[in-house]
């Protein structure tokens, strides 16, 4: 099990930047796929990003087509810790923020979530 929390969120001016951090504790780290998702209010919960497990640095990357070329995902095994990168915000970007866990084992897929970050897009 793994358990996940966010930091990083707050308000911010558009075309400005902030990196949100997820902090994982409790099982292995590096065997977990790590993603960050979003939901807006009245909106469903969206993909920003995704990033595979592993212990190297060749880790596939997968990016939201609204956040793409804006964004970067990037973890530190050796901090337990993904990060979110987040450039030339807009206020469409206005969401709470999510950091997800998964891993599968045989056929069983276990997911974690974070209890999420608010990050406010307005000038």
């Known amino acids: 099990q793994v358990q996940l929390v966010e930091s990083g969120g707050g308000l911010v001016q558009p075309g400005g930047s902030l990196r949100l951090s997820c902090a994982a504790s409790g099982s292995i780290f590096s065997r977990y796929a790590m993603g960050w998702y979003r939901q807006a209010p009245g909106k469903e919960r969206e993909l920003v990003a995704t990033?595979?497990?592993?212990?190297?640095?060749?880790?596939?990357?997968n990016y939201g087509d609204s956040v793409k070329g804006r964004f970067t995902i990037s973890r530190d095994n050796a901090k337990k810790t993904v990060y979110l990168q987040m450039n030339s915000l807009k206020p469409e970007d206005t969401a709470i923020y999510y950091c997800?866990?998964?891993?599968?084992?045989?056929?069983?897929?276990?997911?974690?979530w974070g209890q999420g970050t608010q990050v406010t897009v307005s000038s």
């Open positions: 990033i595979t497990n592993g212990d190297d640095t060749n880790y596939d990357t």
């Open positions: 997800r866990a998964t891993r599968t084992i045989a056929t069983v897929t276990y997911v974690y």
